[in-house]
């Protein structure tokens, strides 16, 4: 790790409990001219000292179970422990878990040299998982730590690492030192930086997301996305839906599909136009269609109903040529006119999709058929439960199951009765039928 037997020293000498550290295996001896002395007030009682002292024995020579209950009580002692954490960083060079365990007590402990040791793992660790510890370690420090972040955010070999940790630190200062490497030659470190200004609200960061969604480098785009789209509420007065609606024609496919989630979340005219197009074309692939699908079903207008009807007539018509893409799109489309929740969309979802229950049949679908069945239950119209009864005489598999589970959910208290008068009318050997069908009900 390269820590300097100085920071030892001063770690043994600072506490003025020297029991606490004396008796660590290899610890430095004191010396009276070292350079650097923790407060004062850092001395403990005799016993506590004692106590203290019995821990950090049972850290360095523990297994994992033991050191994770015992960094637990040391966590209650913060900075009684710090002399002696800073005085075992030399023995953790070889036992990387004991560094971890070190990393996170120093992380909760508010003081320069905690800070300062931390800052010195996450540039020397050699592995991800130990830089990980470190850098929410430093995290966890938030503001203070803030003056030795800036100093290694410009660094490269550390920049990125940085820009992680700044992510997780709420405060003011940190969209300053954020927006200084929004810019940088490292694509992994401009995406990183948009990722995490999309977090703060801070009228600068903005324009600083619009301009990212024109990066050369496509997951750049696809984060600047992200976080536009999470922060619209956040954006007033900037036509959000003009700026994303082109990259629905990017050349990288995750970037379409962040920008198919940010307009389906915006809702606008322009916003749900740009869907139906993908929805409607042969330049996008059936995985972004079937995102489109979803996003439209987020939107809370009639207009966003009407789009996804619009679409399902052309599927089901699509369907009758043995289009195999058409029926997974007319599948999807009824499963999401299912989960329609705004109270202005049930009603009209449901008699469109009464009215289309003729032409879903016909096409002999089996799956097509259960889903209409139970968008219908799941849209709750009373009219639909007469309108699904005529079709309790498919045979398609599993059919009568689903529409069972439907017809129970429209009227659960009547439907068992109004499903046998249903059956009295119907022809000697339909009427039959139906009583086998109504044994599923219960």
């Known amino acids: 790790m390269g820590f300097s037997n100085q920071r030892s020293e001063s770690a043994g000498l600072d506490l003025d409990s020297e029991p606490l550290h004396s008796s660590l295996p290899g610890s430095p001896p004191t010396t009276p001219h070292s350079t650097h002395r923790l407060s004062p007030e850092l001395a403990l009682p005799p016993q506590e000292s004692l106590q203290l002292q019995e821990w950090l024995e049972q850290l360095i020579h523990g297994d994992f179970q033991t050191r994770w209950e015992i960094s637990k009580m040391l966590k209650h002692h913060p900075l009684g422990v710090l002399g002696p954490l800073l005085a075992l960083l030399p023995h953790a060079q070889d036992d990387e878990e004991l560094l971890w365990f070190i990393a996170r007590l120093l992380g909760e402990i508010d003081h320069p040299d905690a ?23 430093l995290a966890n420090r938030g503001a203070s730590a803030l003056p030795r972040l800036a100093q290694l955010l410009r660094q490269p070999e550390t920049c990125l690492l940085v820009v992680q940790v700044l992510s997780q630190i709420d405060s003011a200062e940190v969209v300053d030192l954020l927006l200084k490497v929004v810019g940088d030659d490292n694509a992994a470190v401009r995406g990183a930086t948009i990722d995490a200004l999309g977090g703060f609200a801070d009228l600068r960061i903005a324009p600083v997301l619009l301009a990212a969604l024109q990066d050369p480098d496509g997951d750049v785009r696809r984060l600047a996305l992200r976080a536009v789209g999470a922060r619209a509420a956040h954006l007033p007065g900037v036509a959000l839906d003009k700026a994303i609606a082109p990259m629905l024609h990017d050349f990288h496919t995750p970037v379409v599909e962040q920008a198919i989630v940010a307009l389906g979340r915006l809702d606008t005219d322009l916003a749900r136009a740009g869907l139906a197009q993908v929805l409607g074309g042969d330049y996008w692939p059936l995985p972004l269609q079937l995102q489109a699908v979803r996003a439209l079903g987020w939107s809370k207008t009639a207009d966003g109903v009407e789009r996804l009807l619009s679409q399902l007539d052309a599927s089901i018509e699509l369907v009758a040529q043995d289009e195999t893409t058409a029926l997974a799109l007319a599948r999807e489309l009824v499963v999401v006119l299912g989960r329609l929740r705004q109270p202005q969309a049930l009603a009209l979802a449901a008699q469109a999709l009464e009215v289309r229950l003729p032409a879903i049949f016909v096409q002999g679908d089996s799956d097509l058929k259960r889903s209409a069945a139970l968008a219908l239950g799941q849209l709750g119209q009373a009219s639909s439960f007469d309108v699904l009864c005529t079709y309790l005489l498919d045979s398609s598999p599993g059919l009568v199951f689903h529409i069972m589970a439907a017809l129970r959910r429209l009227d659960p208290g009547g439907g068992l009765a109004r499903l046998r008068r249903f059956a009295d009318l119907m022809p000697a050997g339909a009427a039959k039928e139906m009583k086998a069908a109504i044994a599923e009900w219960r």
């Open 115 to 137: 800070v300062e040791t931390l800052a010195e793992i996450l540039q020397s660790a050699t592995t991800t998982e130990m830089q990980s510890v470190a850098a929410l370690a």
